[in-house]
């Protein structure tokens, strides 16, 4: 079979690493990689460090609003996927590559299968989940990273195209989280210094328009970890990295260690030895999770119910009070409880794939 499959974002490169492989030992992939994310240590780094194939095609498009980054996608994605004639187009997740490749290949009639189908937020004004009701509602194969996600497939009548296949972020956890130790983690500041890892710390990850589009819920939830017991690494996002860099030099912050972005392996070593997590990740949660670590999220709504049971992940405002009250919450780790799969989820999607060919879809 040919498949074509289209990454932009981060998440993206870190699923499609597991997949890829899988995938191209029985089938030819043509990675079409849109430039949603484009810095080094957002895109080249985890291409290198997880042995993605060099995508075939880049379309170098980013930034502009929600609608242009979009639109322009849209055109770009077009011509691969004419001059490829793939028997499936495969996405992941729920970035605007996502929803423009679904737009695109919906229209040229080509078959989508869609990985991490089925989660939702109920929160519309959550950008993504715009993108993910789209892309699920135009795909012929919706494969589920959790029974939530089938549930909620079902109640919107998708159930028909659905299957669970667990966690692709499970797969790649599962592989790569002893492939780095704390003293080989490389830190580099936001002004290039590098920094040497504590020996006990928090890890902040904080990215989100929700909490990034003003200064005052930064500030909030930067003050709480401020105020904790050991100190914080929180590698700082390009789209949040100015207001980040002025809130530091504004109110000195000096127990918070402000970081470019690492590497995948970087980031799940800081997870697995982390004390705690707060985060308004989605993936960021999910391994938390898969780590048995405690992790408050700061955002309004719940993106992994699984996550939640426990206080294993807790809600809180970018309210300082609420975060550090949420945090010191114990949680109850049931290490028996598995609800994002076996770790072999790439090789579920790829076999989905292959049915879904067979059947003539
Ligand atoms: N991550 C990373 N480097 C960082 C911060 C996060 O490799 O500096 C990883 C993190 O471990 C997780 C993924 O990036 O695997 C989450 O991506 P992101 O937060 O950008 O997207 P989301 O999960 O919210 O869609």
Redesign the pocket.
């Known amino acids: 079979m040919k498949i074509l499959t289209v990454v932009g974002?981060?998440?993206q490169f870190?699923k499609a690493a597991v997949v890829s492989r899988e995938l191209r030992k029985q089938h030819q992939e043509i990675l079409v990689h849109t430039g949603q994310?484009f810095d080094y240590?957002?895109s080249e780094q985890?291409f290198e460090e997880l042995e993605i194939p060099k995508p075939n095609y880049n379309l170098g498009i980013s930034g502009g609003s929600h609608a242009q980054m979009t639109g322009k996608m849209m055109m770009a994605l077009e011509a691969p996927m004419l001059e490829t004639h793939p028997d499936v187009v495969l996405l992941y997740?729920?970035?605007n590559s996502t929803l423009a490749a679904a737009l695109t290949a919906a229209k040229l009639h080509l078959p989508i299968c869609h990985v991490e189908a089925g989660a939702r937020t109920h929160s519309r004004t959550n950008p993504?989940e715009l993108n993910r009701i789209c892309t699920d509602h135009v795909s012929s194969l919706l494969l589920a990273s959790t029974e939530s996600g089938m549930k909620c497939m079902e109640q919107e009548g998708l159930a028909r195209r659905a299957r669970f296949v667990g966690d692709p972020?499970f797969d790649?956890?599962t592989a790569y989280s002893r492939k780095r130790a704390p003293g080989e983690v490389v830190l580099t500041g936001l002004t290039g210094e590098g920094c040497a890892l504590p020996q006990e710390f928090y890890y902040l990850?904080c990215?989100?328009e929700e909490n990034t589009s003003d200064d005052r819920d930064l500030l909030e939830i930067l003050t709480a970890m401020e105020q904790l017991d050991a100190p914080t690494v929180y590698?700082?996002?390009p789209r949040n990295k100015a207001r980040a860099k002025r809130l530091q030099e504004k109110y000195g912050l000096s127990r918070i260690l402000f970081?470019?972005?690492?590497?995948?392996?970087?980031?799940?070593c800081?997870?697995n030895h982390a004390k705690k997590i707060v985060?308004?990740?989605?993936?960021?949660?999910?391994?938390a999770f898969f780590a048995g670590k405690k992790c408050v999220t700061i955002l309004d709504f719940v993106?992994w119910p699984e996550t939640m049971i426990e206080n294993r992940n807790e809600l809180a405002r970018p309210k300082q009070n609420e975060i550090l009250e949420k945090l010191n919450h114990p949680q109850t780790v049931d290490a028996g409880y598995l609800p994002f799969g076996d770790g072999q989820a790439a090789a579920k999607i790829v076999s989905a794939i292959e049915a879904l060919q067979e059947c003539g879809a």
Do not use: K, W
Request: hydrophobic content about 35%; charged content about 20%.
């Open positions: 974002a981060r998440p870190i994310h240590n957002m985890f997740g729920d970035t993504e972020m790649a956890f990850t990215h989100r590698p700082v996002h970081t470019e972005p690492v590497g995948y392996l970087d980031s799940i800081l997870v985060t308004d990740s989605g993936g960021l949660q999910r391994e993106c």
